[in-house]
């Protein structure tokens, strides 16, 4: 059962990919599965659905299908598994990596 920050997240979410599918004229997007992971990995903070729906509704980068898989399909890398901040660490991450694809590893 969704507390109720997750069920504002889910409304929010809800209303914001929306938005994002329809000039792109994505139906059924995202898959329930997806949208649930979402949900799930917000954990309950909005800082974490908001950056996701900027991330994914990036029009420089005007792929909003392959935004939300490197979204879902990002290893919490940046922090121990203990860690409460473990998923804003992996979001950061990807969000850092989109505006900067060409820096390696090197930096």
Not at 33 to 44: A, I, M, N, R, T
Request: hydrophobic share 40%; net charge positive.
């Amino acid at each position: 059962m969704l507390d109720i920050s997750q069920k504002d997240i889910r409304n929010y979410l809800e209303a914001g990919l929306l938005c994002i599918a329809q000039p792109f004229k994505l139906k059924s997007w995202p898959s329930s599965d997806k949208f649930g992971q979402l949900v799930e990995q917000s954990k309950g903070l909005f800082i974490f659905a908001s950056t996701v729906a900027n991330l994914v509704q990036d029009r420089t980068v005007s792929n909003p299908r392959r935004q939300l898989k490197i979204m879902l399909t990002t290893a919490y890398v940046a922090s121990s598994a203990a860690s409460p901040y473990r998923h804003l660490d992996a979001l950061n991450l990807v969000v850092l990596r989109e505006a900067f694809p060409k820096m390696g590893e090197d930096g």
